[in-house]
């Protein structure tokens, strides 16, 4: 049996459009295939040896002729194109109903009812970028010490402060009275902070971000694990995509490396279960500011760091690295993209030279690593255990 799965998510590294990804703008979207060719070839040996290059055509990954795992492409059965559907998919929860956006900034009733709760007024109150509505609004911000609200093509609530102004803690707090109010119809997945430092004309985010999302609304992945007798160590943003629901330790991350470096520690302590981690700066830093290049060396940075990963597993491990949504940064736009989601699978347990096809869902990732581990099974998701276990 299967003592351990290590999931990895890689945050937006999608691989190609979804039939229906004209309903959300986003035809001819290939993340990984666009960012290669737009800087002349990847150079990613070790994915590429488990499968990536057989999946798709990507400049500098060409297929093998005989992978060492298992590979294929999912794609999302739920509607959207975020970070917490697509997590959520991944666990084993459908979402048949996109989460709300305002493109037009919120309602007057959310907003005056925020500054009521927190007794400060807020400035902004629209659609902008992270990093450019620091620099219009962190004077003001710092000067009258109104936080700075602020959405974006995805369904959030984003609250900046200088950390100096509203020290973390209270911003943090600030954030969860928001998600108090932001229910029902106006439930957006994630009300996030984003404190910030410096002075002004140098304003910069810290890692001190957090993610305040909605809880799933059933057992997911997690909780059945937990249920099971074993842990549930998330890393990275996992903790926040699930409101802390069905994970036992949580590792705080500050970028993808030390990501890696988290997930390497959790791999070290965890006995039996899930190590479930995400590394963001995919789509935090490259994605949604269409930097191709700077995509591409974080491609890289993590396949030169995946032989880490391999080298700690043991005989009864199973490894998974996928994404959740694609964020193509070489179209116009600077939102996530509807994509298929890249599937590698290795272990010392798992078939060599396994082609998974296209899956019809996340959940079957979900569903399989549940069967893996001999958990309950999920509501949604079909396992693909049998097509890639090793006969005893």
């Known amino acids: 049996m299967i003592e351990r799965v290590i999931l990895i998510v890689l945050d937006s590294v999608g691989v190609g459009e979804l039939p ?26 070790n994915m590429q040896k488990i499968g990536l290059g057989n999946i798709i055509d990507i400049e500098g990954v060409p297929p093998v002729d005989c992978t060492i795992g298992a590979y294929g492409k999912a794609a999302e059965k739920s509607a959207g194109k975020d970070t917490t559907t697509g997590h959520w998919e991944l666990a084993g929860v459908i979402s048949s109903r996109p989460f709300p956006l305002y493109p037009d900034g919120f309602p007057p009733e959310i907003i005056n009812e925020f500054e009521k709760r927190i007794g400060r007024k807020v400035l ?138 988290k997930t390497l520690q959790a791999m070290d302590m965890l006995k039996r ?19 191709s290049a700077g995509y591409a060396r974080a491609l890289e940075d993590f396949d030169r760091r995946l032989p880490e990963i391999i080298a700690k597993l043991k005989e009864n491990d199973v490894l998974i690295i996928t994404a959740d949504h694609g964020c193509d940064p070489t179209t116009a736009s600077t939102d996530h993209s509807r994509e298929y989601v890249p599937v590698l699978i290795y272990g010392d347990m798992i078939k060599a030279n396994v082609n998974l096809g296209i899956l019809s869902s996340f959940s079957d990732i979900g569903q399989t690593v549940a069967d893996f581990l001999g958990c309950s099974s999920l509501i949604n998701g079909t396992s693909f255990k049998r097509l890639v276990l090793k006969e005893n």
Not at 35 to 44: E, N, P, R, S, Y
Request: net charge negative; proline share 3%; charged share 25%.
């Open 124 to 261: 902004g109150n629209k659609v902008a970028s992270g990093t450019e509505i620091i620099k219009e609004l962190g004077d003001e911000h710092v000067k009258t010490g109104y936080p700075i609200v602020y959405t974006s093509a995805d369904s959030v609530f984003q609250i900046a402060a200088h950390e100096e102004v509203i020290p973390v803690e209270e911003l943090y707090e600030i954030c969860r009275i928001a998600r108090e109010i932001l229910q029902g119809e106006h439930g957006v997945a994630r009300v996030i902070a984003r404190p910030f430092i410096g002075k002004s004309g140098e304003y910069v985010r810290t890692y001190n971000r957090a993610d305040f999302s909605l809880k799933p609304p059933h057992d997911t992945l997690l909780d059945n694990v937990v249920k099971a007798g074993m842990e549930v160590f998330g890393v990275g943003k996992i903790w926040d995509i699930f409101a802390g629901q069905g994970i036992t330790k949580s590792f705080h991350t500050e970028g993808n490396m030390d990501g890696v470096d």
């Open 20 to 45: 229906d990804a004209a309903k959300y703008g986003d035809e001819g979207s290939n993340t990984v295939a666009n960012v290669a060719k737009a800087v002349g070839g990847l150079l990613l040996p």
């Open 273 to 291: 279960g899930l190590v479930f981690a995400n590394l963001v700066d995919y789509d935090m830093l490259y994605g949604h500011r269409n930097d």
